[in-house]
């Protein structure tokens, strides 16, 4: 089985802040990283696929990046509507979700 | 518009059986792998497995391996997630969800979730 882990598992920050959450493979997993962004009780939704494609709607604030094992997820300018829980997934193997980190505005 | 439209929430004694729905709608529903995710209470997402419709290819997590079953009515469009013997420990939201497309391994688009409360 493929685990993945993120850090931190929360963080508050400022409206404007540059806001990195970091998922990690347990073995390599190419660019089969996607992230999710679900808030507060709603569905979760697609932000970003293959590592570092941005999906059609998605703010532009929102980045990803990494390959292998390490990849990132950065909110340039975090929002107020921004606060939520971001995931990771791999489907290199099957499919597996990251724990989550959780975000808020200070 | 693509659209997963899942069956209402549920409330369940333990011990009792339960098959819950997801109908796509705006794409051919025969080509897409549909699957299922599990949130605990106050907890994250779990894929727990998938079909694809056309040839009812059925794969499942290796920790929920018999603990429940996928299948899919493909004359309306619908995947389901059935359960035999519920235990309060499925007591859960379950969302449905696509994939991409092939070699397109994320979930896009989303049910809108089934809540499952089992309780004696």
């Known amino acids: 089985d493929i685990q993945m882990t993120q850090s931190p598992s929360s963080l508050s920050a400022s409206v404007g802040d540059r806001v990195t959450i970091t998922c990690q493979a347990s073995?390599?997993?190419?660019?089969?990283l996607n992230w999710y962004q679900q808030k507060p009780g709603k569905v979760p939704k697609l932000l970003i696929y293959d590592a570092s494609d941005l999906e059609t709607g998605v703010p532009s604030r929102f980045s990803g990046s990494g390959s292998g094992t390490d990849f990132t997820l950065t909110i340039s300018g975090l929002q107020p509507e921004d606060v939520a829980t971001y995931y990771c997934q791999q489907y290199h193997t099957l499919f597996t979700f990251g724990p989550g980190t959780r975000v808020d505005v200070k | 518009e693509v659209q997963l439209v899942q069956s209402g929430a549920e409330v369940k004694k333990p011990g009792e059986s339960l098959k819950i729905s997801c109908k796509g709608s705006?794409?051919?529903?025969?080509?897409?792998?549909t699957g299922w995710v599990r949130q605990m209470p106050g907890k994250g997402l779990e894929w727990m497995g998938m079909i694809y419709p056309l040839d009812s290819d059925t794969r499942y997590s290796p920790s929920l391996q018999g603990q429940v079953t996928i299948s899919a009515d493909t004359s309306i469009s619908t995947a389901y997630l059935q359960w035999s013997s519920l235990k309060a420990s499925d007591t859960a939201m379950y969302y449905c969800?696509?994939?991409?497309?092939?070699?397109?391994?994320?979930?896009?688009?989303w049910g809108q979730g089934t809540l499952v409360t089992v309780s004696s």
């Open positions: 705006g794409y051919r529903f025969t080509s897409y792998w």
């Open positions: 969800v696509r994939l991409g497309g092939p070699r397109a391994g994320w979930f896009d688009p």
């Open positions: 073995q390599d997993i190419t660019n089969y």
